[in-house]
């Protein structure tokens, strides 16, 4: 199946930084993106859809200027947490849509914590 | 928007069958999903219903009724391995035809020898 590769894996960070985690698709050319944010034992919550050379599109009660998005290329979207907090410590996931497939194929996931 | 309603614990031993159940409300359908999620990892894809019936694949297989808003994701010769978080997910009818998938709170299956 097609590989959607996510980095870092892991990630700590000070309270005050930012971080950025990236979402690549490795073997096909992925139009759109999603990020998602997953609290422990919680499902997916969708943040907001990116798509290639425009404005992401974020779901309702998401911060947009706290959660940039950027997808630059077909392969490359980046999700940057802003001045991180505590409260934004999480698991994000990315997902990328091959148009050729029905699925869209998931990230490996960041484990974020802000300390 | 969706709601979404799976159960939120199973617990089966190996060798058995589990059926897990998503009921679901949605001001526009465009398919459903199941996907498998060990802890701490991504999800994986198991199975797509877009028409009414069921696919089956290998162990595992999927069930919609659109007019119930209702699917099943059956397990079956579970196998330790199959321990893990079964998200059922709602493809809406997006703008741009492919839309963004709303996900339930996942089953978490147990499998005990």
């Known amino acids: 199946g097609a590989v959607v590769s996510q980095h870092p894996s892991r990630v700590i960070c000070k309270s005050g930084t930012s971080v950025k985690i990236e979402c690549r698709s490795l073997d096909f050319q992925a139009t759109t993106m999603f990020w998602y944010r997953q609290f422990p034992k919680k499902s997916l919550m969708l943040m907001a859809t990116?798509?290639?050379?425009?404005?992401?599109?974020?779901e309702q009660g998401v911060e947009k200027d706290k959660f940039l998005i950027n997808h630059a290329s077909l392969t490359l979207s980046t999700l940057t947490v802003t001045s991180a907090h505590p409260e934004d410590s999480s698991f994000y996931i990315c997902?990328?849509?091959?148009?050729?497939?029905?699925?869209?194929?998931f990230g490996q996931g960041t484990r974020l914590t802000v300390v | 928007g969706q709601n979404i309603d799976q159960p939120t614990e199973m617990t089966a031993t190996e060798g058995a069958i589990v059926q897990i159940n998503c009921t679901y409300q949605?001001?526009?359908?465009?398919?459903l999903f199941w996907y498998q999620q060990h802890a701490g990892e991504a999800p994986t894809f198991l199975s797509y219903?877009?028409?009414?019936g069921l696919e089956e694949k290998g162990r595992f297989s999927s069930f919609l009724s659109r007019s119930k808003g209702y699917s099943y994701l059956l397990l079956k010769e579970l196998q330790m391995k199959d321990s893990a978080s079964y998200l059922c997910?709602?493809?809406?009818?997006?703008?741009?035809?492919?839309?963004?998938?709303?996900f339930g709170a996942g089953t978490q299956v147990v499998v005990t020898p």
């Open positions: 949605t001001s526009g359908f465009n398919g």
């Open positions: 219903n877009v028409l009414d």
């Open positions: 997910a709602v493809r809406d009818q997006g703008t741009d035809s492919w839309g963004k998938l709303q």
């Open positions: 997902s990328a849509r091959d148009w050729s497939r029905t699925e869209a194929f």
């Open positions: 990116s798509n290639e050379g425009s404005k992401a599109t974020y």
